[in-house]
């Protein structure tokens, strides 16, 4: 394919995704294909020649969509929002051609350097500690990780580090510290990928118990580091949450925080969703505490309209994960080294794209307003879903809503919930996933898409009303 | 921006890229900026209200163009090329407007499926044994991973897992093995993310020496698991390299496979650059051993026209990962868990975006033959400038040619070559990454971009030529 070829086909494909997006209601949200559904209808192998771009043009409609969850339909309520706009198509379009490896400053200035910039302007946003930006000078910073999963391992790795570093330093003998000696913190409402960070790192991660909230508390903490301490244990890092994944609750960082000065320890802070909607002044009330933390993690892929990968981790000392990492061969030397940041130094993988383009795309083109504007839209439209709960007594609603998530129950056991978000899967006309709080299993019904409007919540109310009557009517009868 | 404004701004930009690729070579091929270029020139922060298109547009020219380094122009001889092609950035175009996370089966079908289809297809490309396809509806299959240095940490915890589950069912007592007792392997020319993942998975690496062409035989191998045992360690896991990055040599994996099979360690085949060459039958052969492998990886994102990232893993064993990651919240669970991979069990990460429709275009828009033919079209170009130096008896080549990679140096001193790289690159006509070849400074050419061309072999060694006449009889003059 050349580009006069190329031309042609990226005008048809725009044409065709812009139809998807502003056609996507008339597609169910759920596929309703089985297992192996596509391997049934490939070649087995690829083809010798070339075939003409319609051909596979014609099979996205034909094989992929009949599989497609449509992440972006206005009617998909589950997991949370995953960013979609087209200003970050666009940046991919051009990070594609320019298709640079930035592992080094020198692999492309320019893609070191509008990282270095948008990662302060996104620090500005919200309102972070001068200490976390590049333009202190100091030893703070950003980075574009992948996912939060990444950043929380890579965070566990630069404190596993800093933490051997400090107790060989304080030991007068040669003995080397082994690895299970070193003790790690998060709660019952912590995201998995920190119980998994823990298995990759060879980290022992104790899960404490939260109040009523769902919150971590200060004195919870302070009694772990007190037991563990008396067992001969070592205490190097906390992993609090604003957001987290089952419910939206809030960790309490101020006195994490204190508690995590006091006996330092490294405090990660992973707002992976909600981390977005504070860079609405109502909201950044939430981070208050993170002047005490020594990293911060939010995922822009989320809920700031910039198209995965990017999740922003800011160090208060990035050096600290650098000489965690620290491996330098001749092929990956420059001139520059030391004048400026490396990038590779503070991610696992070696390569890396030119994933800043998108954020500079949708922070210019939405505007801070723009971007504030459709975290209001999604906070208001969940209290719009809380306010319809509220009116029919057969719901109950689990936890505060706080944001863009609800989280409640029919009234009932969990087997009847379970059937009940079964069955309006099945229905597949709206897509949630479930949860388990207080032992409870639970629904969520998060506000996903950047479409999604207030129609589309009457609509969802209607299946969930619609489907409580069956569930409920049906569950009678078994009764009976 | 709406779809209406997308569709045009969209069609502005693919023009725009297609002009930059087609006229690449009128650029330089590194930018001049000094560190901290951009900062200079961008705001301190985001706007408040967005901005017009044509503004951001406008400034992709004046502010990101002025400090790329152009790793499309066929000028770009430094590391190892890096696919782009036009095939992929539509693929892109449509996994961003998908914007799926394919975490679990359910989360796309077709996410997931198109996948396993395609690793099956590239995985016979390269006649890979039968029991590391899903066809073989074994325990094997393929999975998209980032990059060669997540695939090799990826590998090494789940050899680090399985070798800790056969200690602990063959120990009679409780006691847990410390890690420090594990050892791996690999050879001093293996890429710096071997030792990388070595840190991150708390395992210390053994880098073994290789014979005089730089590959690492079984013999040398099995003196060193025997020594280690014989110290009360545990060797569990070898890495091999085929194609490295200093000088392009191959293991001798029939060797190495012998030995670990015969020592029941795991060994994974790193082919991260070599491994598309594969595709063509008259490479094959040094494939020759993989059946001996447990895990095997190359990059597409390389060298076969798909744009980073996707660098692929195939596993003879699946479960033996998944079961080193598995973390199993009740949010991600779904109904057909068990009769199909979910992916999130083979990658650190939890998200992954739709990387398999980047394969699935390339592969059918160009074929097998078309693969084929831009491979033997890079080694053809290779072995021609290994010509060209060896008609100049100022230059000795380091290293044979076998694949893209040109290995060479000016017959003189390290302080000379190092000199002349500098040289060359601050030229800014091509650009080159240096080496160390057993302890000597060394230049390394590789054939990189898509469209390099013969008259782009012929411009860089009149640029070698040229630089290396000043450098001489500037050298001459200081000696006198």
Redesign the interface.
Known sequence: ???K???E???Q???Y??D???NIRDRPV??S???????KQ?P????????P?E??FND?EK??????????SPRFHA?FP?????????A???T??????GFT???????T??E??MM???G??LNLPEEFLF?SRGNGGGVIQ?????AT?VTM?GARSQALAKLASSCSSNQ?I???KLVAYCSTQS???V??AG????ITIRALETDENLSLRGETLEKAIKEDKAKGLIPFLAVATLGT??SCAFDNIVEIGEICQKEDIWLHIDAAYAGSAFICPEYRHYLNGVEKADSFNMNP?KWMLI???CSALWLKNRHLVAN??N??????KH??QG??PDYRHLQ????R?FRS?KM??V????????LQEYIRKHVRLAHEFEAMLKTDSRFEIEQPVVLGLVTFRLKGSDELNEKYS?AINDRKQIHI????INGR?TL?FAVCARTTEQDDIKFAWNEFQTVASQILKENEQTTK
Chains 1, 2 share one sequence.
């Open positions: 394919m050349d580009s070829q190329f031309r086909a990226a005008k494909l725009v044409d995704v812009c998807y997006l502003d759920l596929p294909v089985e297992p192996f559904y596509l391997e490939l087995d192998s690829a083809p010798e020649d070339g075939e771009w051909s596979v996205i094989l992929i969509m009949p599989g497609m969850t449509h992440w972006h997991y995953t960013a979609n706009s087209y200003p970050s198509i666009l991919d379009i051009l594609g051609a320019l298709g640079c490896i400053w020198i692999a492309s200035p320019a893609c350097e509008l270095m910039s302060d302007w996104l500005k946003m333009s992948g996912t939060a999963s990444e391992l790795l080397s082994p690895l299970d995201h998995s990928s119980e998994r298995l990759l790192a060879a994944t089952n892929h198209n995965f990968d965690a990492f491996v330098d061969p001749v092929y990956l001139d520059k004048q400026i696992i993988p070696l390569g794209r383009l500079w795309f922070l210019r083109l939405y505007g801070v307003k723009g079964k996933t479930p949860s388990r299993y969520r």
